[in-house]
């Protein structure tokens, strides 16, 4: 077989669901109705983002809950100009997100900074002159 | 200002870059032509999968290269039955992917499983029959 190219959630194991949910909402996303106290739905463009207790993510994938520096994985937002990243960093430091490091020009030609949500999970806000976006947020990367 | 809700690109970071090409192309996603020997890009269905070096990310985000355990992270694929969560995750296995949580029902009604790519990061695979994946793989989550 071959699995579908496919991804239908991305999961955050958060300390605090509640909190973790407010800060997103801060930021723009609107919690689904599909949502409990366990557990927070966004819909985003297509793929779903869920936060879920960090130790209840654990138990859920039977893995040790051990607690990590870096994660090994960011989630990119491209925007369509440096002034967009801009203004998507000090939003989301007025947020309460934590600086990670500040818009700049980066080594692929593009601009973006990152910054970190209250459990260290790592936002890249990236402009890619290269690789627009499309209306859904889509990179419009070749076959 | 508010973020829209969009996730562009989900992006892992990997040991060997072209050893983990190799294992997500067996598993079936097909490499962008945009990839080049730093990065590989698999478009999905949206957001793009990218796998860039752990070291080069870490470096790319400006946070130390820390060895994680638990990354706290899982991203999901959702499949249309019981059956084909079996047979994904025997797929997954016969790619070389490690085994985490054999597929079973779970607590919350579903039927899922784990598997781990050569770095660790968690997939599951889940069939959920309160909430129906449309033929893009996005669930029908409601607002």
Redesign the interface.
């Known amino acids: ?14 300390a605090d669901v509640a909190a973790s949910t407010v800060f997103y909402e801060k ?4 919690r ?3 949502s409990n106290e366990q557990v927070t ?10 936060l879920f207790g ?1 130790a209840d ?2 138990r ?19 925007l369509p100009s440096e002034a967009a990243v801009d ?2 960093y000090a ?2 430091l007025a947020c309460g997100a934590k600086p ?2 500040a818009p700049e020009k ?2 692929w030609g593009g601009y973006s900074c ?1 910054f970190a949500d209250p ?1 260290g ?2 936002w ?1 806000m ?1 402009f890619n002159p290269y ?1 627009p ?1 499309d209306g ?4 419009a ?3």
Not at 1 to 14: E, F, R, S
Not at 136 to 139: T, V
């Open positions: 077989m071959q699995l579908a190219p496919c991804i239908t959630m991305v999961t955050l194991g958060v930021l723009g996303f609107a689904s109705s599909a739905f966004f819909r985003m463009n297509g793929a779903v983002l869920g960090r993510l654990a859920d994938a039977g893995v040790e809950n051990s607690m990590p520096g870096f994660s090994g994985v960011s989630l990119a937002h491209n203004e998507a939003h989301a990670v490091k980066v080594f990152y459990d999970h790592l890249e990236a690789m976006v859904n947020g889509h990179m990367l070749p076959g």
